[in-house]
């Protein structure tokens, strides 16, 4: 890992909740390891993201989306997540709706300012916009435009301007060793990928149903020669959650286990066996022990 890079350092994704952050990231590197759903809070710790090539190594941290109420210690664990990711970065892309830019975006413009590193404003979703040419007079209207180094219009979900993108932020970057293996993508456990596979499931099933206070831990993870198998736990805080995760005979239960473990297939390149459990830990969001048990160190 002594190998000299034109183009080596850590770039932040930051953004109000529920922008794309994670799908630009799954983009980014070309694999999907950032889990994604419509519904605001679902990254929850920043993970990092490792694209290699021959010249540069990129590593991306993707962050939760800035949580205006701090009276929950899990919101205000959240916000140190992205403060934390913050700390000794390269380059900073500030992802933003298009055509949208609100209070909570300035409130994040605000934090990422005073870092004094480059910044990026990558504006995402513009598959959805009709009129394109709305583009040009919504760049020009956002406040603070020239802090930015570079303004890419981009689609996260159909790649529009990602290797543009990736151009911009690359020329950011200094020149410097390789940090990680070449073939490595994150720097994330199998133990956490199975865990946030689950979750996607649920909350993508769910929707709205969804408790916002649910989690997953791994209590098994044995990797055999032909198979992985797999024993998680889901937890809730009520009993009506512990019913809605479960579903009528079983059926959300079963079909989220059957969705994550394709998932887990395709990341792992084996078959896995996976069953889970859901269990009950009444306000587990404002305990510091239980969270720390699900792996937010607070």
């Known amino acids: 890992m002594d190998q000299l890079l034109d183009h080596c350092g850590f770039v932040a994704i930051v953004g ?16 999907k390891i950032s889990i994604t759903s419509h519904k605001p809070q679902t990254t929850r ?6 694209k290699s090539d021959s010249s540069s190594q990129i590593l991306y941290l993707d962050t939760p989306g800035l949580q205006k109420k701090t009276s929950s210690l899990f919101n205000r664990y959240m916000n140190r997540e992205i403060f934390n990711a913050l700390a000794d970065v390269n380059v900073v892309v500030h992802v933003i709706e298009a055509l949208q830019w609100n209070h909570n975006d300035k409130v994040v413009f605000d934090h990422i300012n005073k870092l004094n590193v480059p910044l990026i404003l990558a504006i995402n979703k ?12 919504f760049i020009s209207s956002i406040d603070k435009k020239d802090a930015y ?42 133990r956490y990928f199975a865990s946030e596979f689950i979750r996607e499931k649920l909350t993508r099933l769910l929707g709205e149903e969804l408790p916002y206070n649910i989690s997953v831990t791994i209590d098994k993870f044995e990797d055999k020669e032909n198979i992985i198998e797999i024993s998680a736990t889901i ?14 005979a079983g059926r959300i239960l079963k079909k989220t286990g059957s969705q994550a473990r394709k998932d887990m297939e395709s990341m792992f390149g084996k078959k896995v066996f996976l069953e889970t459990w859901v269990k009950i830990k009444d306000k587990w969001t404002s305990n510091p022990v239980a969270l720390k048990q699900f792996g937010y160190d607070t």
Not at 16 to 31: A, D, E, I, M, W
Not at 45 to 50: A, C, E
Not at 235 to 248: A, D, E, L, M, Y
């Open 16 to 31: 109000r909740p529920n922008v794309g952050k994670s799908t630009l990231l799954n983009r980014l590197v070309g694999q």
């Open 235 to 248: 937890w809730v805080s009520t009993p009506g959650q512990k019913k809605i995760v479960i579903g009528k």
């Open 45 to 50: 710790s920043h993970l990092l993201g490792i």
């Open 149 to 190: 180094r570079e303004i890419v219009p981009l689609s996260a979900k159909s790649g529009k301007n990602v290797k543009l993108l990736e151009e911009h932020i690359k020329n950011l970057l200094p020149s410097g060793e390789m940090i990680y293996p070449g073939e490595q993508i994150s720097n994330r456990s199998e």
């Open 126 to 137: 513009i598959d959805k916009i009709n009129e394109k040419e709305e583009l040009l007079p």
